[in-house]
C-alpha cells in the first residue's frame, strides 16, 4: 500500500509463526476457531507512516478528483469483476481471521461486489452535471466534487463488506482515501486494498493503514487536512471521533457519516406464527454469532404465546451446531477475540443473578481453545436490566400484556438506540401502529430482522445508532461529495 507499513504472509493454515512475528515487532493474527493458528501478521502504523499517508492523500487528491467519475466507476466495477471470481479465497480468510460461517463468508464477498457495483453506477448518476432553470442571459449547473481526504475507519464484524463499501463510496465521488481496519481484520482490509490497487485505483489515491484505533484512528480524525470520517462502529467511538474532528482548529468543517451499534428488538404479538417466529428469532439473534449491529437483542413476546414461544425456541436452540465455522454443518462460528468472549461471560453472569436462563446451546467437544460463547436466552422482567449491547449470541426475552403495544415501542424507543426492529404480527393495524412510532431505522415484518440487500433495503440507524445516510441507498455517496453550482452569464 502507499504508506508500505504492511507486509502480509499468505494464509498457510496449520503454520505457527508466533515467535517468530513477535521477534520482528510483528503482531500475530490467530484464528479465532483455534486461537493457535497463526494465520498473518501485521504491524501498527507509526506516526512518521500516518504523516506519510496524509501527505500522499493530499497530493494524489486533485488528480483524483479531475478523472471523469465513469473511469472512477469503470474501475470499481473491474474490482467488483475481480472479487467475484475470487470469492473461495476471500471466503477463506473471513473464516480465518474473523472466525465467519462459510455461509456468512459468502454473504460476505456478494455484499462487498455488491456495494463495488451499487455505488459505481451512484457515481455516473449523481456525477453528471445537472442543469437547473433560470432566467434567461444566465446558465446555471450543479456537479458534485470529492471533498478531499476521506478517512475509513471499519469494524471487525463484517470485515470486508463494511470496508469495501466505505472505502468504495469516498473513491467513487473523487476523495483520496486512508483505510484502517479494524485491529482484527487487518488481512482482510489489506488485500481488499490490495484488490483495489489491481484493478487501477492509483496508490496514493488509497492507502492502507493499519493500527489501533486510540492511536493511528485517534490521529488521523484530529489531522485538519482530513475533510470526512466514514465510520462504523460503536456509539462512544463515533463520539470521541465526533470530538477529534470538532476539536480541530484549522481545515474544513469535516463531515462524519457514522454507522453504530442497536439494542435492536422483536416484537410478536398473539397472532404471530410461533413456527415462524422462533426460526426468525433464531437467525436474528444467532447468525454470526450475534455479531451483526442489526441482530436481535430482545424478543417481545405477547403473553397469551409466550411459553409455548419460550418452549419453542429452547428446543431450537438446542439442535443449534455451535463450532468450527470452516465446516458446512455449522450455524455458530466463535466470536471475534478474547475481549469479546470476556465481555459475554460477564454478562452471563448478571443474568444468572437477575435472569431466568431459558436454554443454552451446545458446543462441539472438539472446540477447545477458541473463543466461542454458546448462544445463551434469557427471561427479563424489563429492558432496563440491559445496560449495554450485549454483541454476540445472546438473547432476551420479555412478555407483554395486550394493552401495553404502545408502551413496548416506548419502551424500546427510551434505549436511545434506533437500528432494526422486527415485527411478527397478522394485525395490519397493529404493524401500522408500531412502524409508526418507532424510532427506527429498518423494520423487518413477519421476516428475520438481519441483512440488508445493497440498492433494495438502504441500512443505517438514527440516535445512538448513527448520523445515516443509509448505506446502500441512493443518499449515501452524495455525502461524500461536496457540491458545485456554477453560474454562467451568457
Ligand atoms: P468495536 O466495539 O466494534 O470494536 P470500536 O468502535 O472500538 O468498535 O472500533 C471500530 C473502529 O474504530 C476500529 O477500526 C477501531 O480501531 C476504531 N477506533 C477505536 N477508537 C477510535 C478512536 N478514538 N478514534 C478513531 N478510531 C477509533
Not at 521477534?23 to 486461537?35: E, F, H, I, Q, W
Amino acid at each position: 500500500a502507499g504508506a508500505g507499513s504492511w507486509r502480509a504472509m499468505p494464509l498457510v493454515p496449520g503454520a505457527n509463526l508466533a515467535a517468530d512475528a513477535e521477534s520482528r515487532g510483528m503482531l500475530a493474527v490467530t484464528n479465532p476457531a483455534d486461537r493457535r493458528e497463526t494465520v498473518g501478521r501485521w504491524q501498527p502504523a507509526d506516526s512518521a507512516t500516518v504523516e506519510k499517508a496524509l501527505q500522499n492523500a493530499v497530493a494524489a487528491q486533485p488528480g483524483w478528483d479531475a478523472t471523469p467519475a465513469a473511469s472512477r466507476a469503470a474501475i470499481l466495477e473491474h474490482a467488483a469483476t475481480l472479487l467475484e471470481a475470487r470469492m473461495p479465497q476471500y471466503m477463506a480468510m473471513c473464516t480465518k481471521e474473523a472466525g465467519k460461517t462459510l455461509s456468512d463468508g459468502v454473504a460476505e464477498v456478494r455484499e462487498a461486489v455488491d456495494f463495488l457495483r451499487y455505488y459505481a453506477a451512484q457515481a455516473r448518476k449523481h456525477f453528471a452535471v445537472e442543469a437547473l432553470p433560470g432566467p434567461t442571459g444566465e446558465s446555471n449547473t450543479l456537479q458534485l466534487a470529492g471533498r478531499g481526504v476521506f478517512v475509513c475507519i471499519s469494524p471487525w464484524n463484517f470485515p470486508l463488506a463494511i470496508f469495501m463499501g466505505q472505502v468504495a463510496a469516498a473513491l467513487a465521488a473523487g476523495n483520496s482515501v486512508i483505510a484502517k481496519p479494524a485491529e482484527q481484520t487487518n488481512l482482510i482490509g489489506h488485500a481488499a486494498v490490495k484488490l483495489l490497487h489491481e484493478a487501477g485505483i492509483p496508490e496514493a489515491v488509497l492507502q492502507f493503514l493499519p493500527g489501533d484505533g486510540a492511536t493511528v484512528g485517534a490521529a488521523l480524525t484530529r489531522d485538519p487536512r482530513v475533510a470526512g470520517v466514514a465510520f462504523t462502529g460503536s456509539t462512544e467511538t463515533a463520539r470521541a471521533i465526533n470530538r477529534a474532528l470538532a476539536g480541530r482548529e484549522s481545515g474544513a468543517i469535516a463531515v462524519l457519516i457514522a454507522e453504530t451499534g442497536g439494542q435492536n428488538a422483536l416484537i410478536a404479538d398473539s397472532s404471530a406464527l410461533p413456527e415462524q417466529l422462533v426460526k426468525d428469532a433464531l437467525s436474528s439473534a444467532f447468525t454470526s454469532a450475534g455479531q451483526r449491529c442489526s441482530a436481535a437483542r430482545v424478543l417481545f413476546v405477547q403473553e397469551d404465546i409466550a411459553d409455548k414461544v419460550v418452549h419453542m425456541l429452547a428446543g431450537a436452540m438446542a439442535e443449534l451446531k455451535v463450532g468450527d465455522p470452516g465446516l458446512l454443518s455449522t450455524d455458530v462460528g466463535p466470536v471475534i477475540d478474547a475481549d469479546a468472549l470476556a465481555l459475554l461471560e460477564d454478562h452471563a453472569a448478571k443474568m444468572a443473578k437477575d435472569a431466568t436462563l431459558i436454554a443454552t446451546a451446545t458446543t462441539d467437544d472438539s472446540i477447545e481453545h477458541g473463543t466461542f460463547f454458546a448462544p445463551r436466552a434469557w427471561e427479563l422482567k424489563s429492558l432496563s436490566q440491559l445496560t449495554r449491547e450485549n454483541f454476540g449470541p445472546a438473547l432476551h426475552v420479555i412478555r407483554w400484556k395486550a394493552e401495553d403495544l404502545d408502551q413496548v415501542v416506548d419502551t424500546i424507543n427510551a434505549t436511545g438506540f434506533g437500528l432494526t426492529l422486527g415485527i411478527h404480527s397478522r394485525i395490519d393495524e397493529s404493524i401500522d401502529r408500531i412502524v409508526q412510532r418507532a424510532k427506527v431505522g429498518n423494520i423487518y415484518v413477519n421476516r428475520n430482522q438481519i441483512g440488508a440487500v445493497v440498492g433494495v433495503q438502504p441500512f443505517g440507524g438514527q440516535n445512538l445508532s448513527g448520523t445515516g445516510p443509509k448505506a446502500g441507498g441512493p443518499h449515501y455517496l452524495p455525502r461524500f461529495a461536496t457540491e458545485k453550482t456554477v453560474t454562467v452569464n451568457t
